[in-house]
Each structure stands twice: as structure tokens, then as C-alpha cells.
T-cell receptor, first 113, second 115 residues
């Protein structure tokens, strides 16, 4: 069965620290992968997405993610986090051909000023 | 409007009561999705519409859940005889067309608490 897993439930960092959030998927065939962010009290917003081509994908607000097919991973990275990055981050992948998504359970990021 | 709009934002229902949750997708968006997000979990798929056609309802947890999109724009998710386990955030999302890889835009959700 298709699944997406996120290993870190809650990550606490100080400002300027580097960030890497893990995401692994279990799929067969073509994979489209996404990272969404949910700031407190706001709706889910797309950070970045991977369809094909360059496995290093750059998104908004300085975030990037690397698709590593051999490891079934799509980890999210940011070299230097800010307090405003405090949010919950969700990894997701396509479910079938309709464009529907399967989500991981999310990782809550707290950045201390 | 500019984004996906949902109402009500917050709903407290007594167990056994029926509730209706409304979604206004982004204008012109063909695909519409409903998700359920329990506390501490990621969103889970409920159902999918392409225009007015409900093409996938495999995620609806029971026959107490019903969704419609009669004119291919606004959608309503109805939950009959609510139970405590129905307490969750119900997210509506839309995308401009159907098919894998399209960006899906989410609303802020309707928070349902069943007491």
C-alpha cells in the first residue's frame, strides 16, 4: 500500500540552525512528492513539489528538498531557520491518478528566537 | 474569492446531531477534495469531485458521511448522526484540473467538535 512517513514528530531548533526533516515514501511507479507547511492558525500551503527531472527542488522561503530514489526519501532542508519558520510541516505524495494526496503525520518545528 | 473558503470555521455538535460543512473552491477549479484531519495526524482523504461528478468516495468512513457538488462549484460535506470520533478538522481543497502533479490548494478547515 502507498504510504508516506515522517520520522520526527517535534523538532526544536535555535534561530540560524540548519534544518532537515525526514520523509520516506512507499510507492510503486511514478512518484510525485510535495511538502506543505501549516503556520499556526493558517491553512496548508505548498512549499515545493517534485515531479521529475532535477532531484533537488527549490521552494519558497529558502526551503529545498532532495528526491533520492534509492532511499525512497524526500527530505526537506533549510540552511538557516528563522523564528517565523515555526510551523507544522507535512510531506505528501500522489495517491492514484486523480491528483489526490497521501500525507505523512507531520513534523512540528519550533524555532527559538 | 482568492482562496478556498470554508464555513463554518468552528462547529460544536451534540452527539446524534446532523452537520453540514460548506466549501467554496477557487473559481474555475475543476477538482475538489475533502480531507479529515484528526488531532496530531496528517490529513486523510475522504472524497474527490471532478466538476459535479463524485469520482472517488473511498475515504468516507461510514455511510453517515455524504458529500455533494451539484453544480460543479460549491460543495457540502454532510455528517449524519454525529459521533465523538467524528471530531476533527475537515479540510476542503481544490485544483485547477485533474491529474497527478497539480497543485492542490487548501482551505482553513472546519473544526468539528462532537460533545
Amino acid at each position: 500500500a502507498q504510504s508516506v512517513s515522517q520520522h520526527n514528530h517535534h523538532v526544536i531548533l535555535s534561530e540560524a540552525a540548519s534544518l532537515e526533516l525526514g520523509c520516506n515514501y512507499s510507492y510503486g511507479g511514478t512518484v510525485n512528492l510535495f511538502w506543505y507547511v501549516q503556520y499556526p492558525g493558517q491553512h496548508l500551503q505548498l512549499l515545493l513539489k517534485y515531479f521529475s527531472g532535477d532531484p533537488l527542488v527549490k521552494g519558497i522561503k529558502g526551503f529545498e528538498a532532495e528526491f533520492i530514489k534509492s532511499k525512497f526519501s524526500f527530505n526537506l532542508r533549510k540552511p538557516s531557520v528563522q523564528w517565523s519558520d515555526t510551523a507544522e510541516y507535512f510531506c505528501a505524495g500522489d495517491r492514484g491518478s486523480q491528483g489526490n494526496l497521501i500525507f505523512g503525520k507531520g513534523t512540528k518545528l519550533s524555532v527559538k528566537p | 474569492g482568492a482562496g478556498v473558503s470554508q464555513s463554518p470555521r468552528y462547529k460544536v455538535a451534540k452527539r446524534g446531531q446532523d452537520v453540514a460543512l460548506r466549501c467554496d473552491p477557487i473559481s474555475g477549479h475543476v477538482s475538489l477534495f475533502w480531507y479529515q484531519q484528526a488531532l496530531g495526524q496528517g490529513p486523510e482523504f475522504l472524497t474527490y469531485f471532478q466538476n459535479e461528478a463524485q469520482l472517488d468516495k473511498s475515504g468516507l468512513p461510514s455511510d453517515r458521511f455524504f458529500a455533494e457538488r451539484p453544480e460543479g462549484s460549491v460543495s457540502t460535506l454532510k455528517i449524519q448522526r454525529t459521533q465523538q470520533e467524528d471530531s476533527a478538522v475537515y479540510l476542503c481543497a481544490s485544483s485547477v484540473s485533474w491529474g497527478a502533479g497539480n497543485t492542490i490548494y487548501f482551505g482553513e478547515g472546519s473544526w468539528l467538535t462532537v460533545v
